[in-house]
């Protein structure tokens, strides 16, 4: 008891650094780079709902729209512009500036109340650079829930293969603290999609309603498991139920590249983009979220082995009586 005690001591005192540690990263360290504007016309499809860095020339300032001729492959781009005070003060006719707009399906660039840059190194962002910055904990939340629900895949086949009280425990623990990663990966995800596109969530895309699938599949799974302890035959249709529910996993994961999204592929792509900095960030968030969980299961098997426990004394006294 007192080994286990000191590991969930020392599991949870690496969280909390890690955490902290990708926190202030993530804040004050690794800014998204948005891809140069030559790579994302070359690679167009690939690139669907990134960040783009317009290199341009105003070409007329009429109204609050003007146009960018880029400097590289001599395109257009239509902008419009939300705080025309601003455009006016610093930009004229003849300027080359850099815009951060967005590469939608459909349509190619669209620079849309974006955000005018003199400076080519200045941070990528939307209204606000830290926007952004909630893709440092979305990613590695969506991550952690697949390795939780993975778990939950591997428990409950062996829990059916060997029987034991053991695996059952380890499914349903880790399938709980799976749905709050993915709770954490859902509403993370619907407010980087209001800063990034300016509504919080689109039905019609498959990325957003795979992972919603997925989310309500395990809310399914511990709505089945509330009777476990009082019904011998609910863990075994649960551990199917898991076994089955594990498909969504691959699917959300798959489905932005396989089918049209505007979620962007910034990780596993062939042209992988992120910048050394952001992916080192990003792999810290990984490791947090990851001993978080771990943390989590640890505390959470401790207390459904003792609800067990409380069970079978209670039983013993009723039998007794």
């Given amino acids: 008891m007192e080994k286990r005690k000191l590991i969930d001591f020392v599991l949870a005192l690496l969280a909390v650094i890690f955490v902290i540690v990708t926190v202030l990263a993530a804040l004050y360290y690794a800014p998204l780079e948005p891809l140069d504007v030559s790579t994302v016309l070359y690679h167009q499809d690939d690139y669907t709902g990134d960040d783009i860095r317009v290199k341009g020339v105003v070409q007329d300032l009429s109204g609050t729209e003007f146009a960018l001729e880029d400097i590289t492959s001599a395109v257009f781009i239509d902008v419009s512009y939300a705080d025309s005070g601003d455009l006016d003060a610093g930009i004229v006719n003849g300027t080359t500036v850099y815009v951060l707009g967005r590469l939608e399906p459909d349509v190619g660039i669209a620079a849309r109340e974006v955000e005018i840059a003199d400076d080519p190194d200045e941070p990528a962002g939307w209204r606000s650079p830290y926007s952004a910055k909630i893709f440092y904990f979305h990613v590695p939340a969506a991550w952690t829930s697949f390795l939780a629900f993975g778990v939950v895949l591997v428990c409950s086949a062996a829990y059916l293969w060997k029987g034991g009280q053991k695996w059952d425990t380890w499914a349903l623990s880790s399938a709980e603290v799976g749905l ?23 039905w019609n895309d498959t990325k957003l309603f ?112």
């Fill in 180 to 202: 709050v990663f993915c709770s954490v990966a859902v509403i993370s995800g619907a407010l980087w999609a209001k800063a990034e596109w300016g509504y919080y969530w689109d």
């Fill in 210 to 321: 795979s992972t919603f699938v997925l989310w309500l599949i395990f809310i399914a799974y511990v709505a089945i498991r509330a009777g476990a302890v009082r019904h011998e035959s609910i863990p075994r249709v649960a551990a199917i139920f898991g076994i089955l529910g594990f498909a969504a996993v691959p699917i959300s994961f798959l489905s932005s590249r396989i089918w049209t999204s505007l979620h962007p592929n910034v990780v596993a792509t062939s042209q992988g983009h992120l910048s050394a900095e952001a992916g080192a960030v990003l792999m810290l968030g990984v490791v947090a979220f990851t001993l978080v969980y771990a943390t989590l299961f640890s505390r959470r098997t401790a207390i459904e082995r003792s609800v067990i426990e409380i069970e079978g004394i209670k039983e013993q006294l009723e039998d007794a009586e």
